[in-house]
């Protein structure tokens, strides 16, 4: 059973830009780590971003900083992910996951970190 709902995927080119977001409910956000995952066809599941829902400094892959930003509106219990400067390897099914409860690990890019997932939003780049 899928918890959280994300939203936002697409096909772009190369160069584009996309913002995918996360509702989450509140009991599953307040105080909580909240990642962006992806996966491509063939490949595993990688940690893309991190944040905490009460603060603290935002993490991302290698291969994506400078270009995706993660951000939150706690109003909205709502996690967001905005993808600038994409390239056709960004191309994946995007999910976004919680912890249960707590803050973010060292190890925040591991998909056993998170309990709570969501059913996933299709992402396409072309070249």
């Known amino acids: 059973q899928a918890h959280l709902v994300e939203s936002g995927g697409g096909s772009v080119q190369a160069g584009g830009s996309l913002r995918l977001a996360c509702v989450v409910p509140g009991y599953i956000y307040r105080g909580n780590c909240m990642g962006w995952f992806r996966q491509a066809p063939g490949k595993e599941r990688e940690g893309v971003a991190k944040?905490?829902?009460?603060?603290?400094?935002?993490d991302y892959a290698d291969s994506v900083k400078g270009r995706f930003t993660i951000s939150q509106d706690n109003a909205k219990n709502t996690v967001y992910l905005q993808m600038n400067s994409l390239k056709p390897e960004d191309t994946a099914m995007y999910y976004c996951?919680?912890?249960?409860?707590?803050?973010?690990?060292?190890?925040?890019?591991?998909?056993?970190?998170?309990?709570?997932w969501g059913q996933g939003t299709q992402v396409t780049v072309s070249s």
């Open positions: 944040i905490y829902t009460y603060g603290g400094t935002p």
């Open positions: 996951a919680a912890r249960n409860g707590g803050v973010c690990m060292y190890h925040w890019w591991a998909p056993d970190q998170y309990t709570y």
